[in-house]
């Protein structure tokens, strides 16, 4: 009953926020533009721009290291998409990605104080992905991939974080992982588990659920105790269908032949019985975890329903089936697993010292950083595990151990004292609401319609 009531409101609410979206969208005509940062009169035009500008040429020219000194690369990232997995919206194509792109472009700026350039490309080929954004390196000081299908969303990062000398991220992937593993690390806190001795269940195995498999390994949970489930079933490394050679099921082996070490079969009740913790990224709920199959977990459940826009179970029905902390990637409950908290300092602190890479050390420093963020607040506790999007604080204090992290493991061009670091982080992440304060005030951003 109640459920039915929470759908019906759920999709006139949709309703009226699609509409309302697709009204400001066509007032505003795009959400992001460019603006200078230097000071310009005609007499600078010379310097700014030929001659003067020939200078600054021939330096990055022979040293192609300088254009992180000599331009905004250092803090430019592309966002990139081929428009093949729009939201939950399927193969929209390039143009269908744009506003997607755009919003990211916002996020990174409010967020993380980062420059972007939205850029949807008409090309679906591996390959052939690969080949352009490798050739655009040169303009940019990191690269986020977005909205791009499974399997070969695992294969391009893979590869591009490879060959490619600036950072790469997919934020569907890596950003989804950081900030379900940063809510973790809280949620064990108050049960009085670690990340060595739980038993997970992963619902989902598309490019969130692979991401967070690895990354729950990267911070210490054995692979043999975690049970990954997809729309076939647990995997297995009998399981008939992965014998198969198609190369698209490389990483559900890759995954397969590390996890579940006890050779479970089954489906999702299977998989999360005796476990501590379940997080689901499959599909729109609700019911795709029942209640009663919390009742098979183990006592003080954790339960991560992720699914966008309905997670796989209501929190209030999780709660009622016994299970002690719930998370869902909504901003109407509490404990919201947001990748908008990982992305923009994640960036943040990889370009401010010029990182060539983001290790996954780096990804596990910023998930820490989050937790500790939420305890040292002293208001750690069953609704409030991991910060909301609001708190300024947190993305200073998780760019600066990204940073930090990065220094450690020799991937930073530049290296900083934290003092310094902290200083430079705050101000870059600060910068975008004094400009939109000073917009809104002399009347060049109009107010909504
Ligand atoms: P994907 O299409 O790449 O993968 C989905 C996976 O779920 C596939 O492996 C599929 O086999 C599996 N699946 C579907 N129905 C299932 C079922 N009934 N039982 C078991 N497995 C099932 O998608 P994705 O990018 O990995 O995203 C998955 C979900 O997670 C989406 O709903 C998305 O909105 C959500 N998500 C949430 C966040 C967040 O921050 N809250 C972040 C990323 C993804």
Same mark, same amino acid.
């Given at each position: 009953?109640?459920?039915?009531?929470?759908?019906?409101?759920?999709?006139?609410?949709?309703?009226?926020?699609?509409?309302?979206?697709?009204?400001?969208?066509?007032?505003?005509?795009?959400?992001?533009?460019?603006?200078?940062?230097?000071?310009?009169?005609?007499?600078?035009?010379?310097?700014?721009?030929?001659?003067?500008?020939?200078?600054?040429?021939?330096?990055?020219?022979?040293?192609?290291?300088?254009?992180?000194?000599?331009?905004?690369?250092?803090?430019?990232?592309?966002?990139?998409?081929?428009?093949?997995?729009?939201?939950?919206?399927?193969?929209?194509?390039?143009?269908?990605?744009?506003?997607?792109?755009?919003?990211?472009?916002?996020?990174?700026?409010?967020?993380?104080?980062?420059?972007?350039?939205?850029?949807?490309?008409?090309?679906?080929?591996?390959?052939? *992905?690969?080949?352009?954004?490798?050739?655009?390196?040169?303009?940019?000081?990191?690269?986020?991939?977005?909205?791009?299908?499974?399997?070969?969303?695992?294969?391009?990062?893979?590869?591009?974080?490879?060959?490619?000398?600036?950072?790469?991220?997919?934020?569907?992937?890596?950003?989804?992982?950081?900030?379900?593993?940063?809510?973790?690390?809280?949620?064990?806190?108050?049960?009085?588990?670690? *990340?060595?001795?739980?038993?997970?269940?992963?619902?989902?195995?598309?490019?969130?659920?692979?991401?967070?498999?690895?990354?729950?390994?990267?911070?210490?949970?054995?692979?043999?105790?975690?049970?990954?489930?997809?729309?076939?079933?647990?995997?297995?490394?009998?399981?008939?269908?992965?014998?198969?050679?198609?190369?698209?099921?490389?990483?559900?082996?890759?995954?397969?032949?590390?996890?579940?070490?006890?050779?479970?079969?089954?489906?999702?009740?299977?998989?999360?019985?005796?476990?501590?913790?379940?997080?689901?990224?499959?599909?729109?709920?609700?019911?795709?975890?029942?209640?009663?199959?919390?009742?098979?977990?183990?006592?003080?459940?954790?339960?991560?329903?992720?699914?966008?826009?309905?997670?796989?179970?209501?929190?209030?029905?999780?709660?009622?089936?016994?299970?002690?902390?719930?998370?869902?990637?909504?901003?109407?409950?509490?404990?919201?697993?947001?990748?908008?908290?990982?992305?923009?300092?994640?960036?943040?602190?990889?370009?401010?010292?010029?990182?060539?890479?983001?290790?996954?050390?780096?990804?596990?420093?910023?998930?820490?950083?989050?937790?500790?963020?939420?305890?040292?607040?002293?208001?750690?506790?069953?609704?409030?595990?991991?910060?909301?999007?609001?708190?300024?604080?947190?993305?200073?204090?998780?760019?600066?151990?990204?940073?930090?992290?990065?220094?450690?493991?020799?991937?930073?061009?530049?290296?900083?004292?934290?003092?310094?670091?902290?200083?430079?982080?705050?101000?870059?992440?600060?910068?975008?609401?004094?400009?939109?304060?000073?917009?809104?005030?002399?009347?060049?951003?109009?107010?909504?319609?």
């Amino acid at each position: 009953m109640i459920t039915t009531w929470c759908s019906t409101l759920g999709a006139s609410l949709d309703r009226y926020i699609y509409s309302r979206s697709l009204k400001l969208h066509s007032f505003y005509k795009g959400k992001i533009e460019i603006v200078p940062k230097v000071p310009i009169t005609f007499e600078l035009f010379a310097l700014w721009y030929t001659p003067g500008v020939a200078e600054p040429a021939r330096v990055c020219g022979t040293d192609p290291e300088k254009s992180f000194e000599l331009t905004n690369r250092w803090n430019t990232v592309a966002i990139i998409s081929d428009g093949t997995r729009v939201l939950g919206l399927g193969k929209l194509g390039p143009e269908g990605a744009l506003p997607v792109m755009e919003g990211k472009a916002l996020l990174f700026k409010y967020l993380g104080g980062v420059d972007t350039i939205p850029l949807v490309v008409r090309e679906r080929d591996l390959n052939k *992905l690969a080949y352009i954004v490798k050739a655009l390196e040169p303009s940019f000081g990191g690269i986020n991939l977005e909205d791009i299908e499974s399997p070969k969303c695992f294969d391009l990062l893979e590869r591009l974080r490879d060959e490619l000398d600036i950072p790469v991220w997919h934020d569907d992937q890596q950003g989804t992982a950081l900030v379900t593993i940063a809510g973790l690390i809280n949620a064990l806190k108050l049960v009085g588990k670690k *990340l060595s001795d739980i038993r997970v269940a992963v619902i989902g195995a598309g490019a969130a659920g692979i991401a967070i498999v690895k990354y729950l390994i990267v911070a210490g949970v054995k692979p043999g105790n975690i049970f990954v489930v997809d729309s076939k079933g647990i995997l297995h490394r009998e399981r008939s269908d992965l014998k198969s050679s198609d190369p698209k099921l490389k990483w559900k082996k890759w995954v397969a032949e590390r996890t579940n070490e006890e050779s479970k079969a089954g489906g999702i009740p299977e998989a999360m019985e005796g476990v501590d913790v379940v997080i689901a990224v499959s599909r729109p709920g609700p019911g795709v975890i029942k209640k009663e199959w919390i009742k098979l977990m183990n006592d003080n459940p954790i339960v991560f329903a992720e699914a966008n826009p309905i997670p796989e179970i209501w929190p209030w029905e999780a709660k009622e089936a016994g299970a002690k902390i719930v998370a869902t990637g909504r901003s109407d409950f509490p404990n919201q697993i947001n990748n908008s908290l990982g992305f923009p300092a994640v960036f943040r602190g990889a370009l401010t010292v010029r990182a060539r890479k983001i290790t996954d050390e780096m990804c596990i420093a910023a998930a820490y950083a989050l937790a500790k963020y939420v305890e040292d607040s002293g208001k750690l506790s069953e609704d409030y595990i991991i910060p909301k999007m609001s708190e300024e604080e947190a993305y200073v204090i998780e760019a600066v151990a990204v940073a930090e992290e990065a220094i450690k493991k020799g991937v930073a061009r530049r290296k900083l004292p934290k003092g310094e670091l902290e200083g430079k982080i705050r101000e870059l992440i600060h910068r975008p609401k004094k400009y939109l304060n000073i917009a809104v005030r002399e009347g060049l951003i109009r107010e909504t319609v």
